[in-house]
T-cell receptor, first 116, second 110 residues
Framework: DSGVTQTPKHLITATGQRVTLRCSPR?????VYWYQQSLDQGLQFLIH???????AKGNILERFSAQQFPDLHSELNLSSLELGDSALYFC???????????????FGPGTRLTVL | GQNIDQPTEMTATEGAIVQINCTYQ??????LFWYQQHAGEAPTFLSY????GLEEKGRFSSFLSRSKGYSYLLLKELQMKDSASYLC???????????FGKGTRLSVIA
């Protein structure tokens, strides 16, 4: 158990809908990262927050948005869902900004999103 | 680009040694991570290299050559439970976080 929690574990929805994925980092970790993992693409970085502020953006679609709240939990919002958005969505946390050996990322169990 | 390459699949025998290679972009390099990921589960941290040489951790070792943009993960005394994907991830010196390779799916057979 990494100490990172994600809800829900599974989500099944229809095209065009909107969903919210939730992540709580390990106690004391200030950074939260979101990743998308589909079968043929590997782990794709979406976005990184540090202590409530956005630090870096990866290949995140405009239909997707995220935020980190004052209690450090984070939410990833996915809207106008398409079939291709079906994937595992992982959240990870680290104590600092993710640089160096003492800032390795600890991953949550993931949310499996299925868009029908 | 931020290319990071590793073989897609490997098969090895229980009790044997296997080496999983990874090549990455050398400019702006600030470290190389290896993660293990069992199917449908979260990646878990294995090792971090920022200096040249070999880091040993029990049955797992990781090697780095910064000048060659090359790393490998060495797994000794393979066990069936080592069947998993092994992800190489490159850390940039800027604000961008880890860039993951697509992973090497290792199958350990009896």
């Amino acid at each position: 158990d990494s100490g990172v929690t994600q809800t829900p574990k599974h989500l099944i929805t229809a095209t065009g809908q909107r969903v919210t994925l939730r992540c709580s980092p390990r106690s004391g970790d200030l950074s939260v990262y979101w990743y998308q993992q589909s079968l043929d693409q590997g782990l794709q970085f979406l976005i990184h927050y540090y202590n409530g502020e956005e630090r870096a953006k990866g290949n995140i679609l405009e239909r997707f948005s995220a935020q980190q709240f004052p209690d450090l939990h984070s939410e990833l919002n996915l809207s106008s869902l398409e079939l291709g958005d079906s994937a595992l969505y992982f959240c990870a946390s680290s104590v600092g900004m993710g640089q160096g050996p003492y800032n390795e990322q600890f991953f949550g169990p993931g949310t499996r999103l299925t868009v029908l | 680009g931020q290319n990071i390459d590793q073989p897609t699949e490997m098969t090895a025998t229980e009790g044997a040694i296997v080496q999983i290679n990874c090549t990455y972009q050398t400019s702006g390099f600030n470290g190389l991570f290896w993660y293990q990921q069992h199917a449908g589960e979260a990646p878990t941290f294995l090792s971090y290299n920022v200096l040249d040489g070999l880091e040993e951790k029990g049955r797992f070792s990781s090697f780095l050559s910064r000048s060659k943009g090359y790393s490998y993960l060495l797994l000794k005394e393979l066990q069936m439970k080592d069947s998993a994907s092994y992800l190489c991830a490159w850390l940039n010196s800027g604000n961008t976080p880890l860039v993951f390779g697509k992973g090497t799916r290792l199958s350990v057979i009896a």
